[in-house]
């Protein structure tokens, strides 16, 4: 599996941010061809990220081809327009050892 991971940093307004993330940038995101999974977890105690998703593709290539579709560029446009000064991008691939 090849997986984007975005990291949150604490947002000014937490309800906010929750409200707009999960009522209109998910429904988004979960549009996007390819995208086989997506959990996401907030994180709790001292940690400087307030939420995390993974994202899951079946493999490079596929998360290459879903990169040019409409809906990822619309999904990317919008989180950069909404947290782009909270958001760390992470991509990596499951290693089996």
């Known amino acids: ?9 604490k947002p000014e307004d937490p309800a906010s941010f929750d409200e707009y993330y999960f009522n209109t940038h998910m ?25 995390m998703c993974v994202m899951y593709y079946a493999s490079k290539e ?7 579709t409409p809906e990822s560029k619309a999904t990317g446009k919008d989180v950069m327009e909404f947290a782009g000064d909270l958001v760390t991008f992470m991509f990596g691939e499951d290693v089996n050892g």
């Open 27 to 51: 429904p988004m995101t979960n549009q996007i061809p390819g995208l086989e999974k997506v959990e996401i977890t907030k994180m709790s105690g001292s940690s400087p990220y307030y939420l």
């Open 62 to 68: 596929a998360f290459k081809e879903a990169s040019k």
């Open 1 to 9: 599996m090849y997986k984007m991971i975005a990291l949150f940093k």
